[in-house]
């Protein structure tokens, strides 16, 4: 019960199997109180319900939903304590192939809604507290197609960074997770592909992929009261930061 009384909001768990779902059910085993938000209302509500968790509409894409959905998780909590920011998308692009729109939807994602997301919880916050956003491996490692999506990646975790030190004062630590290639419905194909998944292992030391059960044992060390980190980049990759990202060539071999 390393989460007792805590009380949580989790954005982005649109699956009931995904990565925010494992953390959402992690975190209410923990003794956290737990509400979960969205920007379509009928699917976050059916996450809601097969979680058994309250739900509020969210859509970090708009200002305003975004300031609203967070005032009503806090009314319906009694307080914020804890804020995890699971939102993203996986945006594969040449940089030839790129459009100015493309690259845009990115930086609103990952980087403008990080940014806001970190300030509307923190407003919520008033006795300090647990910011968690997630990152990605291809921050550092470098591979093709990856320029939009890892960019406003990189963006958002240097607004991590900096919130540390400005919401620091506040009692606020604030944090991001890189997880490595995780099974989730997004990244199925990855999975379902003997030759891609087996270059993948390759390349991780320890030879495991991540389950989203590993993000979320992450995800409670960061918000629970004995962790003391802040302005940190927490990796849970099995150490496949540590070598590079598989490309075409490897699961053609």
């Known amino acids: 019960m390393r989460l007792q009384g805590k009380k949580a909001l989790l954005i982005g768990t649109s699956a009931a199997d995904g990565m925010g779902a494992a953390v959402a059910k992690r975190f209410t085993a923990e003794g ?10 009928e699917k976050i509500a059916e996450v809601g319900k097969a979680l ?10 708009d200002e305003a939903s975004l300031g609203k959905g967070v005032a009503a998780a806090a009314e319906l909590l009694g307080g914020l304590d804890i804020a995890i920011n699971l939102a993203g998308v996986n ?12 690259l845009l939807n990115q930086a609103k994602l990952h980087f403008v809604g990080t940014a806001l997301f970190i300030r509307d ?20 490692l470098t591979g093709a197609r990856f320029g939009a999506y890892a960019g406003s990646k990189a963006a958002a975790d240097k ?25 989730t419905r ?11 998944r087996e270059a993948f292992e390759r390349e991780t030391p320890t030879g495991r992929l991540s389950e ?7 995800a409670v060390w960061l918000a629970s009261d004995e962790c003391t980190a802040t302005g940190d980049l927490v990796r849970v990759s099995g150490g496949m930061h540590l070598r590079r990202l598989p490309t075409p060539r490897d699961f053609a071999s």
């Open 32 to 41: 956290a109180k737990v509400v979960l938000g969205g920007r379509n209302p």
């Open 52 to 61: 058994g968790l309250p739900t509020v509409q969210l859509d970090i894409l």
């Open 91 to 102: 945006h594969a692009s040449l940089i030839a192939d790129e459009t100015y729109e493309g």
């Open 121 to 140: 919880v923190a407003k919520a916050m008033t006795n300090g507290g647990s910011i968690i956003t997630i990152s990605s491996l291809t921050v550092e």
């Open 159 to 183: 607004i991590v960074r900096v919130a540390a030190v400005e919401y620091g004062g506040q009692g606020i630590r604030i944090n991001s997770i890189a997880p490595g290639l995780t099974r």
């Open 186 to 196: 997004m990244t199925g194909a990855y999975f379902e592909n003997p030759a891609m």
């Open 212 to 218: 989203p059960e590993d993000v979320a044992s992450a």
